[in-house]
């Protein structure tokens, strides 16, 4: 039976990896209570500060293809609640769940004053640790904090130094996504004495507009703000943005991972690029904090499957298999196959192929999709009666005619037909023995 | 009887609709599990080839006019179609999802959203061009049903002047007429009439070969479009065929949804095609406490589609193999029941098909205070038979399929005349084939 319990950067230690990310869902003590009932191994508080006044109207969405929220982009500010409410509930949960993090975010102005009063306040209350937040992109950012910080490496590692004078407890840096380089200021918040980073925090977005309107969500009384986008949508870049702090040797700090982890798949992959913990908040935003059973089951069955016991057991074991395009090999080919039985006969492949890389599928007996879709068209149809009329039957079998071939030859296995494949298993990228060594374009390059 | 008349207020209730309109959000989730194939199958079923997965795109992008121009641009009967086509034996039945283990996509309904919002948007079809050569041309299409108004509306938009002749106080032909009220309301069928002399297309109530002598109409237009539907109803040829009671299953039809009109308690249908079960389910809606359908051959042979029977069975109607009728018995003046004598199947002949033969001293009666004969339509081109070189067999005009051309070039042929009674769909593929037909001869003979 795996073992999730963890002790993150030094010294936050948690029943599991998972933790709800600094946001609406940690707003207050009896939200991160009943969090944890659910199963939450930790909570980062909705950043403390002194508080705002927020707009109403404040998170806008992208749906796709009929699905709600693939990504989510809110304009809310840090907590709206007095710092005094903030850390005397801190107080509370921490008296009642000792044994699950809590770690207070925090963001006030740029004074070193400031920081210290907030930090000693925030430990003498219980918390853990401490995520310094440099990385929320809206609002604040106009009065000098969040990204206003994270987006400069020269202030985040001052700030941070500024903290780690009187912080006793783990400090984490969060950081912003939007910037030209990350590793940047994840360095800078090494020198500045940081003991985790996490990342990353929202990306800056403008969601959508209404076309009835013409106004720009979400919409505050005509007009709105650019926000910070989050949700499944930004995986990807969340991922990449992890592994270039991961990999990158000046930084060497433990990173909680964020951007779109909606269940136990995308949390394997964050602990599989150097991720110590997880963070989660639009998945818990969107469906409650249920979400978080299946996200132990799920790991734990997979570590079980995979025979790790721990966390530690597969932390970081992606990182080496990512590389720089030189040291790809230019020898390793494959091509593309598709499984005739399976095969449903959509054609997507095909028109994948011709219009979008490098017509090598074909339908033969045309020349070109144009051919095939107007021999199609000229066809004279009539309702077949039943019974009366011999109907073409291919006993639900496709038709050998809309079946697809691939010219291997031809193939330069770029993946595209088995992506808009969408029946598991019929198209499958097959290696080919090339027969030459493995070479990369590096030592071509030194070789020739 | 002017069309304010229809649907008849007491059907509205009497006939719900078979297949209650999508919601929008139902719509949009079914748009979006459509895989969009290249070569659709769908579009190539179609006998109008409409191109399926484009107008469904269309809903999912919620450009509702595209969608629905895109379904007229083939088929300019697209609402009635949406609502009586066979989907389950065309594209329905060809959705790639078939092989798959998965649900196809309800074509039909989606298309019928994209017809709905259409119709009720108010705004009508792009205008016709005004043509240069072509706006002398002018042809008189015979028949007011689906394959006439399809040819008319395609040579409107080729700028050609079109004038529809029709016997009836309504244009529309069975689609007004004769499909049952649960499928199709008279009222939309109307509309798609007015569609199409929106067009520009001009309506004359005439009988052709009565009213208006045929001579006349070729000496006055360049070409006759021959819509003309099927004739009466096949006679049982048995005594008491004329008694009060005795209705053929057109004639039932036409009633109802022209008129308040019950069917008797204990109903007997006679027949086993599409129509017969049409009537039987009216007649139990109508009121009618049992309704038993007769046909000579059995379930396996019933020339109705599945689907319709299934459907009938729901509808409590029974099912009697294996009789056919010998008289309709008689009480003052009255039909009170139908003696039959069973039947038995003869092994298959050349055609394939079973013949019946009776079973000597099997006869037996079956009360009833209603008799529906549902045997089919008779051929009918009365006026023009066998005149004028048009080529007939087996009692349908002869033509050349790609064109609709018949054994007079100055003749063009189209829908149940030809086909011997199919689908509206198919009608509307026949009557738009002849419509490009005569213009491309246009377009060859003005080059030269």
């Not at chain 1, 969107?286 to 597969?314: A, C, P, Q």
């Not at chain 1, 339908?363 to 068209?377: F, K, Q």
């Not at chain 1, 309702?383 to 006993?395: G, H, N, S, Y």
Request: hydrophobic share 40%; aromatic share 6%.
């Amino acid at each position: 039976m795996a073992d999730l319990t963890t002790t993150f950067a030094g010294g936050i230690r948690c029943p599991n990896p998972f933790w709800l990310a600094s946001g609406p869902p940690t707003n207050c003590g009896e939200q991160v209570m009943r969090a944890f009932d659910a199963g939450w191994g930790g909570a980062v508080w909705k950043t403390i500060g002194e508080p705002i006044l927020n707009v109403s109207s404040r998170y806008s969405s992208v749906d796709w293809n009929g699905q709600r929220m693939m990504g989510l982009n809110n304009i809310e500010l840090i907590s709206d609640r007095p710092i005094d409410v903030n850390l005397r509930e801190i107080t509370e949960v921490k008296k009642r769940y000792p044994k699950h993090a809590v770690v207070a975010s925090l963001m006030v102005d740029s004074k070193r004053e400031t920081w210290h009063d907030i930090v000693r306040r925030s430990e003498e209350a219980g918390a853990d640790g401490l995520e310094l937040n440099f990385g929320c992109p809206h609002g604040m950012s106009e009065r000098g904090m969040g990204s206003a910080v994270g987006q400069v490496p020269k202030y985040t590692r001052l700030i941070t130094e500024w903290v780690k004078e009187v912080a006793r407890t783990p400090v984490l840096v969060k950081l912003t996504p939007n910037i030209t380089d990350i590793r940047m200021v994840a360095r800078a918040a090494r020198h500045g004495g940081a003991d985790g980073l996490s990342a990353i925090n929202t990306i800056n977005s403008i969601t959508g507009i209404d076309l009835d309107t013409l106004t720009p969500r979400p919409n505050v009384g005509g007009v709105s703000a650019h926000g910070g986008y989050c949700g499944p949508a930004v995986k990807p870049i969340a991922l990449h943005l992890v592994q270039q702090i991961a990999s990158d040797p000046e930084v060497g700090l433990p990173i909680s991972g964020i951007g779109g982890i909606a269940g136990w798949r995308e949390a394997a992959e964050f602990m599989l690029l150097g991720c110590g913990t997880v963070q989660v908040c639009t998945a818990a935003m969107h469906y409650g904090y249920r979400i978080v059973e299946d996200m132990i089951d799920g790991l734990s069955n997979w570590m079980d499957e995979k025979g790790f016991r721990t966390i530690e057991d597969f932390r970081g074991r992606t990182l080496p298999k990512i590389t720089e395009w030189k040291h790809l090999d230019l020898n390793y080919k494959i091509v593309a196959r598709i499984d005739a039985r399976k095969c449903i006969g959509c054609e997507l492949c095909y028109v994948a192929c011709w219009d979008g890389a490098h017509q090598c599928i074909h339908l033969d007996g045309h020349t070109a999709p144009a051919a095939v879709e107007a021999a199609s068209r000229a066809r004279i149809v009539t309702t077949p009666i039943a019974k009366l009329d011999a109907v073409e039957a291919w006993d639900g079998k496709t038709p050998p005619t809309r079946v697809p071939r691939i010219d291997e030859a031809a193939c330069v296995g770029c993946n595209l037909c088995w992506l808009v494949c969408p029946v598991e298993g019929c198209i499958t990228m097959e290696p080919i023995d090339t027969g030459k060594a493995p070479e990369t374009w590096e030592q071509r390059c030194q070789t020739h | 009887m002017g069309s304010a008349a229809l649907p008849v207020p007491r059907n509205l209730e009497r006939f719900p609709e078979l297949h209650p309109a999508l919601d929008t959000q139902s719509a949009l989730a079914e748009a979006n599990r459509c895989l969009f194939c290249f070569d659709a199958p769908c579009t190539a079923a179609c006998p109008t080839h409409i191109d399926v997965p484009r107008f469904i795109k269309k809903i999912a992008t919620g450009n509702l006019r595209g969608s629905a121009l895109t379904i007229l641009d083939a088929n300019i009967l697209g609402l009635s179609c949406s609502r009586v086509c066979p989907v389950d034996v065309l594209c329905e039945g060809s959705c790639v999802l078939h092989r798959y283990n998965k649900k196809p996509i309800e074509i039909g309904r989606l298309q019928r959203y994209a017809m709905d919002h259409f119709y009720s948007s108010g705004v009508g079809l792009p205008a016709c061009p005004v043509s240069d050569v072509k706006t002398n041309i002018k042809v008189a299409c015979v028949g007011g049903g689906p394959a006439s108004l399809a040819c008319a509306a395609e040579l409107r938009r080729h700028g050609c002047a079109v004038t529809v002749f029709d016997n009836r106080p309504l244009p529309g032909g069975l689609n007004t007429y004769g499909v049952a009220e649960y499928k199709l309301r008279p009222s939309d069928s109307l509309r798609e009439v007015d569609l199409v002399r929106s067009l520009g297309v001009e309506f004359r109530r005439a009988e052709v070969g009565a009213a208006v002598a045929i001579e006349d109409l070729e000496k006055e237009f360049s070409f006759l479009f021959l819509g003309l539907g099927l004739g009466a109803m096949e006679r049982l040829g048995i005594p008491g065929e004329d008694l009060r009671g005795v209705v053929d299953a057109l004639h039932f039809i036409e009633r109802y949804k022209t008129s308040e009109f019950d069917a008797g308690r204990r109903v007997v249908v006679i027949g086993g095609g599409n129509t017969a079960i049409d009537a039987a389910n009216a007649a139990r809606r109508l009121g009618a406490g049992e309704v038993h359908l007769f046909y000579r051959r059995t379930e396996k042979e019933m020339p109705a589609f599945s689907f319709e029977y299934a459907h009938s069975k729901v509808e409590d109607v029974q099912f009697h193999w294996l009789a056919q009728p010998v008289e309709i018995l008689a009480e003052d003046g009255r039909a009170v029941g139908v003696r039959f004598q069973e039947t038995r199947l003869r092994e298959p002949g050349a055609g394939g098909r079973r013949t019946v033969e009776p079973v000597p001293d099997s006869h037996f009666e079956f009360a009833c205070d209603m008799v529906i004969p549902a045997l089919g339509q008779s051929r009918l081109a009365g006026m023009l038979q066998a005149t004028r070189g048009i080529e007939f067999e087996g009692g349908s005009i002869v033509v050349d399929r790609p064109t609709g051309r018949t054994g007079n070039p100055k003749y063009y042929a189209g829908g149940d005349c030809v086909n011997g009674g199919r689908e509206v769909v198919d009608a509307v593929a026949d009557g738009k084939r002849a419509a490009l037909a005569m213009v491309q001869r246009l377009a060859v003979g003005a080059a030269s």
